[in-house]
């Protein structure tokens, strides 16, 4: 007997815990690996001699490997589908970690970094895309909100394990710090094992008989195709659809808020001590401000993950960008007050721009079909990967040329012209079936939507 249930409207079950869990795994694994080289840099420096110009590179060799994989593991996660693509970044993380235990030269140690940048590359489409294929409308922005703070408990766990690891390994202990990944990656590759294959993208290629065994393999006898909300097949759809038409609007706007929301998060994030005492803070406030900043940006995506099926999507990113870029404004113009007072400031940006941080695995996943979610999702993380580069490289440099107050309304300015584009592009997705959210066809106008606020009634 069939069930009239949409699975868009199944109860949260095993399956969809377990899938968040492996989803969850490559977000902590991600934090894990990026954070764990800036413990080892201090000690593999001295010891293999590298030169300044080396190790610059290794120090964004992971930016770029993200710029490459994301584009290309995004077309290929559309192309070959979501299950063949969900082990290239924890074989690359695992392989490429472990042969850090050898690496004996600048140039080695900036491949295999490069390479784990591919990987990382490569999960954030693949990721993203099987929760938001596979879960139902209201667990879907929270569960994708939450990777963010896995990627944030991947770091502090790096920063933790790999001090631990280099006290106790000696002179090559920073080996071990660097190939500590190959575990957690390992321990990843196990628990994706059995992973289904998305019946979204069997039915976008037209296997709809293997899309439907699927499916009941999952919910039971009673479940088929009828129960999931999907068009029949459009006309083709492709990479150069992002660039065009609807869905090039929508991709100029993922890309646009997602690059200018972590141009300033990775320049603070990056270099808050160096900022800190630009701002004639003391080393002890530098130290404790560090580590409130890195404390409230885990805890503005918690409250984030809460508010993001509660407040709407695009109230929260609006609200997200417009008090975060007045919290850097306004440490522009108080760069010379006390020190109380700029690490409030500094802890009030980290904790607004929580919102913007949880959506851009959100809207991406939401506003595009399932033929290009995740060459979207790709080209997206691409982007805002230059962005990051770009700016983590001119921080140092414009506050020598510049001055920080100066610095500090660049990167207000930055955040700003995310808002506006936000708050002129920005759609509401929240309790939408993803088919009809993907849709070009005419929705629902934000702004008539009902809201708790009279910020919320000017969006």
């Not at 994030?269 to 900022?275: E, I, S």
């Amino acid at each position: 007997m069939s069930n009239p249930v949409s699975l868009e409207d199944v109860p949260f079950n095993r399956f969809h815990r377990l899938l968040a869990l492996r989803s969850s795994g490559g977000s902590f694994v991600d934090g894990y690996v990026l954070s764990i080289i800036g413990i080892a840099m201090p000690f593999l420096v001295p010891a293999m001699n590298i030169s300044s110009f080396w190790e610059s590179l290794i120090a964004v060799s992971a930016l770029v490997g993200i710029f490459l994989g994301g584009f290309v593991g995004g077309s290929l996660t559309d192309r070959f589908g979501r299950r063949a693509m969900y082990f290239v970044g924890p074989i690359l993380f695992t392989l490429c970690s472990v042969l850090q235990l050898w690496v004996d030269s600048g140039l080695g140690l900036f491949v295999l970094r490069l390479l784990i940048g591919i990987g990382i590359g490569f999960e954030y489409p693949v990721a993203t895309a099987f929760l938001v294929e596979f879960l139902p409308r209201k667990a879907r922005g929270p569960r994708l909100a939450g990777l963010s703070i896995y990627f944030f408990a991947g770091a502090a766990a790096a920063y933790m394990c790999g001090q631990a690891l280099i006290e106790a390994g000696g002179a090559e202990g920073w080996r071990y710090a660097l190939a500590s990944t190959a575990l957690v990656s390992g321990l990843l590759l196990l628990i994706r094992k059995g992973t289904p294959e998305s019946p979204r993208w069997l039915i976008s290629k037209g296997r709809t008989a293997q899309a439907e065994r699927i499916i009941r393999q999952i919910y039971g006898q009673g479940f088929g195709l009828q129960n999931l909300p999907e068009h029949p097949k459009p006309a083709k759809l492709s990479v150069r659809s992002l660039l065009h038409a609807g869905y090039g609007r929508r991709m100029f706007f993922v890309t646009t808020f997602w690059t200018c929301s972590v141009i300033p998060v990775f320049a603070v994030y990056a270099f808050a001590p160096k900022v800190l005492d630009a701002l004639h803070l003391d080393a002890q406030w530098a130290a404790y401000g560090s580590m409130i900043i890195t404390l409230m940006f885990v805890v503005g995506c918690f409250v984030a993950t809460w508010l993001v099926n509660a407040m709407g999507r695009r109230s929260l990113l609006i609200n997200s960008l417009l008090w975060s870029g007045l919290a850097l404004l306004l440490l522009g113009s108080f760069s010379e007050q006390s020190s109380w007072l700029t690490v409030a400031l500094f802890a009030a940006y980290a904790f607004f721009i929580g919102g913007a941080q949880v959506l851009q695995f959100i809207y991406p996943n939401e506003i595009f079909p399932t033929e290009i979610r995740a060459v979207a999702v790709g080209l997206g993380t691409s982007v805002s990967r230059i962005g990051a580069v770009v700016g983590t490289y001119l921080v140092p440099v414009s506050i020598q040329s510049i001055g920080i107050g100066h610095t500090l309304y660049f990167a207000a300015g930055i955040t700003f012209i995310g808002l506006v584009v936000s708050w002129l592009m920005a759609p509401e997705t929240r309790g939408i079936e993803l088919c009809k959210a993907s849709s070009l066809a005419p929705q629902a106008s934000p702004a008539r939507q009902p809201s708790a606020s009279p910020l919320h009634k000017a969006t």
